[in-house]
């Protein structure tokens, strides 16, 4: 009976024991499984792949830190997200901001570089972010006053020129970044492009020059003359009559450089709309060779018209009248450079869809230097021949406006001492039926 009592007492005992035992491994195991989850949490909120909406419900002491942990991640994530949404904010300012922007660090790195920045500097963010500013394309002078902010925390303005990718003139505002302490935590970077406001401002500048170079002449001429009649001349009919008739021919040229100013003001302004019809080659090349037959025949220059078309005239989109002023004005400059003996060819052909129109001459023809410059307002060439043939040197500046209101492109191909040729292009709008040239 005894031995009985004490087995039964035994067997409790060991089942309590294994009930324990088991009870004790199941939570260390629970334990263990909440660590591990913990510790995965932690490292997925670390890389950003977790959100709030992952928890669990957990009970007991464990299971609040891991809702605790888990509400951190929540804040961590929404703050990465706060985060996300303000650069994303940024970029988008930044790539629309027309002006380059450049972000350096105080050691002189760049930290941030727009779009606009990187086409100016022929550069790309990805390749120097994080490196020096002087390796974005070794521009000194850029160079040079980034260092200088840096160095005395001072902003510094000023016009640069840089030679890559291409010639460019930049106005530099660079502005230090102040930290709490007043130290300089780096420096923004403006660049504005103003190569094309210069270039502008030059062309104004010689051209107010220019004009009042142009009207000098004529009225100092016109002065000269009037004085010497009302100093006597007038008494010696010969003479007055003389001096009267360049009086004259110096208030046409000055007439006709006032019309050309205001042509060329109009055309520019685009206050002179072009009337776009349906223009005959063949028509407008025959009419601008009687204007200059009587010229051309005094000055022993032959005038010759082709057509290249096996079938017929080329019609073109044009305004009539303007046409032939191009043509008037090519033609003139070519009669002013062609010797006696020589020839002055105007022809049209087709290329594609649009009508090559050229005056060809076997004048003096332009240095090279030159004629990147020919169709620049007042310049000249052979500057004593141009005045004295009664030019204002507006001609060619002229054609060039109006063929661009045309759509077209004009060019000029030459050679000193073989001659001359000045062509423009017109789109083609159909070829007519033949005719006996």
């Known amino acids: ?29 629970r334990t263990r499984h909440l660590y591990v989850d913990l510790s995965n949490v932690m490292d997925l909120a670390l ?23 888990y509400a951190m991640v929540g804040a961590l994530h929404d703050q990465r997200e706060l985060t996300r949404q303000e650069q994303n904010k940024i970029d988008s300012v930044m790539s629309h901001i027309l002006s380059g922007v450049i972000v350096i660090d105080q050691t002189g790195r760049m930290l941030l570089m727009n779009a606009a920045a990187e086409k100016l500097l022929g550069v790309n963010d990805v390749d120097f972010i994080g490196r020096w500013h002087w390796e974005a394309g070794h521009h000194y002078g850029l160079s040079s006053l980034i260092d200088e902010a ?17 010639e460019l003139t930049l106005e530099a505002h660079i502005t230090p970044i ?43 001429a016109l002065k000269g003359f009037a004085e010497t009649l ?43 709309p072009l009337k776009l019809k349906e223009v005959c080659m063949f028509a407008v090349l025959q009419k601008v060779i009687e204007t200059f037959r009587a010229q051309a025949h005094d000055a022993g220059v032959e005038l010759r018209k082709q057509i290249h078309t096996q079938t017929g005239h080329i019609t073109v989109m ?7 002023q191009i043509l008037i004005n090519l033609v003139s400059n070519a009669l002013q450079f062609t010797a006696s003996g020589g020839t002055i060819t105007l022809r049209a052909e087709i290329e594609g869809d649009r009508v090559i129109v050229s005056v060809i001459d076997t004048g003096v023809g332009i240095p090279a230097a030159d004629i990147g410059r020919v169709f620049e307002r007042f ?3 052979d500057k004593m021949r141009a005045r004295t043939s009664g030019g204002t040197g ?42 006996t040239q």
């Open 379 to 381: 310049y000249r060439v």
């Open 318 to 324: 044009a305004d009539d009248d303007r046409l032939q």
């Open 230 to 272: 009302l100093d006597g001349a007038m008494e010696e009919p010969t003479i007055a009559k003389q001096f009267i008739s360049i009086i004259k021919e110096e208030a046409d040229r000055l007439g006709r450089l006032v019309e050309d100013l205001l042509d060329l003001s109009r055309i520019e302004a685009k206050h002179a």
């Open 394 to 435: 507006l001609g060619l500046a002229i054609v060039k406006h109006l063929v661009e209101a045309h759509g077209g492109h004009v060019s000029v191909q030459s050679e000193v001492g073989v001659g001359s040729r000045f062509f423009f292009d017109l789109p083609l709008v159909s070829v007519q039926e033949p005719v």
């Open 150 to 166: 840096i160095a005395f925390g001072v902003v510094q303005k000023k016009e640069v020129q840089i030679h890559k990718p291409q």
């Open 47 to 69: 890389d950003g792949e977790v959100s709030p909406e992952d928890r669990e419900t957990h009970k007991g002491s464990l299971e609040r830190m891991a809702t605790r942990v």
């Open 178 to 220: 102040r930290q709490s302490n007043g130290a300089t935590a780096g420096v923004v970077v403006l660049l504005h492009d103003v190569s094309e406001w210069r270039r502008v401002e030059r062309m104004r500048s010689d051209f107010v020059a220019n004009v009042s170079h142009e009207l000098r002449t004529p009225i100092t």
């Open 1 to 29: 009976m005894f031995s009985h009592s004490i087995t039964s007492w035994l067997l409790l005992v060991i089942f309590l024991l294994l009930l324990v035992i088991g009870f004790l491994v199941w939570r260390n195991r």
